[in-house]
């Protein structure tokens, strides 16, 4: 059974820093692009991060680029986003996002499973 | 960037109601879209991908149509437990963006 398990979210004042982590198992975690995904109280789904099987290849919402860096550790089959200079506009839940590998373009893919999310709340 | 429409924002229809949900895509994306069904409290269920296919598992009242920029969702006969949130999503490349969503209630 595929699970994604993150952890890592709380309260942080502005301008601090908070670094998520998502536990996978079930799968090849090596074999599958990986994302994070945030929502914040109330609205919309908000692509954060991608990242490549290994790691060649890391992509950022223009909101985040520049502060947050996605990494993973295939050996430890986890995901990581490190989050610096947190706005008040970060608030929300971020899920850690599985990328399927059934007709998929040529650089990405749909999200076939996630996370139950970790909440993250910047206030001060 | 390519900015993905939905339509309506929300809607509210009878228990057997066929309903219907529009994506639309600022430039084509030939099929690389995916449905989304997220119930409060809990994360997004992955539904369609390839705009039209359904993942295994899912009731098959929910079905997907389109290519290159318009794109719909249909529930042929709305159930008490689809009532949730729908988002579309692009994946043909970075940013992964989605739509900003449609409320389905019952009436």
């Known amino acids: 059974e595929v699970q994604l398990v993150e952890s890592g979210g709380g309260l942080v004042k502005p301008g601090g820093s908070l670094r998520l982590s998502c536990a996978a198992s079930?799968?090849?975690?090596?074999?599958?692009?990986m994302n994070w995904v945030r929502q914040a109280p109330g609205k919309g789904l908000e692509w954060v991060s991608s990242?490549?099987?290994?790691?060649?290849?890391?992509d950022y919402a223009d909101s985040v680029k520049g502060r947050f860096t996605i990494s993973r550790d295939n050996a430890e089959n986890s995901l990581y986003l490190e989050m610096n200079t947190l706005r008040v506009e970060d608030t929300a839940v971020y899920y850690c996002?599985?990328?399927?590998?059934?007709?998929?373009?040529?650089?990405?893919?749909?999200?076939?499973?996630w996370g139950q999310g970790t909440l993250v709340t910047v206030s001060s | 960037d390519i900015q993905m429409t939905q339509s309506p924002s929300s809607l509210s229809a009878s228990v057997g109601d066929r309903v219907t949900i529009t994506c639309r895509a600022s430039?084509?994306?030939?099929?690389?879209l995916a449905w989304y069904q997220q119930k409060p409290g809990k994360p997004p269920k992955f539904l369609i991908y390839?705009?039209?296919t359904l993942q295994a598992g899912v009731p098959s009242r929910f079905s997907g149509s389109g290519s290159g920029t318009d794109f719909t969702f249909t529930i042929s006969s709305l159930q008490p437990e689809d009532v949730a949130t729908y988002y579309c999503?692009?994946?043909?490349?970075?940013?992964?963006?989605f739509g900003q969503g449609t409320k389905v209630e019952i009436k």
């Open positions: 990242i490549s099987s290994s790691s060649d290849y890391k």
């Open positions: 996002a599985r990328e399927g590998a059934w007709y998929c373009s040529s650089t990405s893919c749909y999200f076939d499973f």
């Open positions: 390839a705009a039209s």
């Open positions: 430039q084509g994306i030939s099929n690389y």
């Open positions: 999503q692009k994946y043909n490349s970075a940013p992964l963006t």
């Open positions: 079930g799968f090849t975690f090596r074999s599958h692009r």
